[in-house]
């Protein structure tokens, strides 16, 4: 299969390197994906190889995160505590704890929660927005984001084809 596109977590939806030339240098690309002014600050060494081997192949980089300015709209949006089941969404809520070490306030999981149901919409939507038959769009983001229980797959169209990879550091 090849490559219809490159969603990453790491860069807000919109922002994208579909205007680069293959020759595009890291520091374009970190510009067009607004890299260096990302409020999470990812380590380019980590997640740039795989982002400038798909510019490089020609393959068009989208950042699927849900924008920082959409964020306040989403821990308000008491209908995104519907989009999961119960058991799911207690998980995600348990997982958002833990993730925090518990030092996150009992005030802020549901907000917190609602974000993360957001971002995964978004992941979703974003990969969904460039699908192409025949050709593949792989999401990269984190475990959490993944999960098949509770991460973006759950927003992808009913009988949408996907596959799950994790990759665990050593």
Do not use: F
Request: glycine share 8%.
């Amino acid at each position: 299969h090849t490559l219809a596109a490159l969603v990453i977590e790491m860069a807000e939806a919109g922002d994208t390197t579909v205007a680069l030339p293959p020759t595009a240098d890291d520091a374009t690309v970190r510009r067009a994906l607004r890299w260096d002014t990302n409020r999470q600050a990812w380590p380019w060494p980590a997640y740039g190889p795989a982002i400038m081997a798909a510019v490089r192949a020609g393959v068009p980089v989208l950042g699927g995160n849900l924008p920082a300015v959409d964020m306040g709209a989403a821990m308000v949006n008491v209908a995104l505590d519907s989009a999961l089941g119960p058991g799911a969404l207690r998980a995600q809520q348990t997982a958002l704890r833990k993730g925090h070490c518990g030092l996150l306030p009992e005030s802020q999981i549901a907000p917190m929660t609602r974000i993360q149901i957001a971002r995964d919409q978004s992941l979703a939507r974003t990969a969904v927005s460039v699908l192409q038959p025949g050709k593949t769009v792989l999401l990269v983001a984190g475990n959490q984001h993944v999960r098949r229980d509770l991460g973006a797959p759950l927003y992808l169209p009913a009988g949408q084809p996907h596959r799950t990879v994790m990759s665990l550091p050593k």
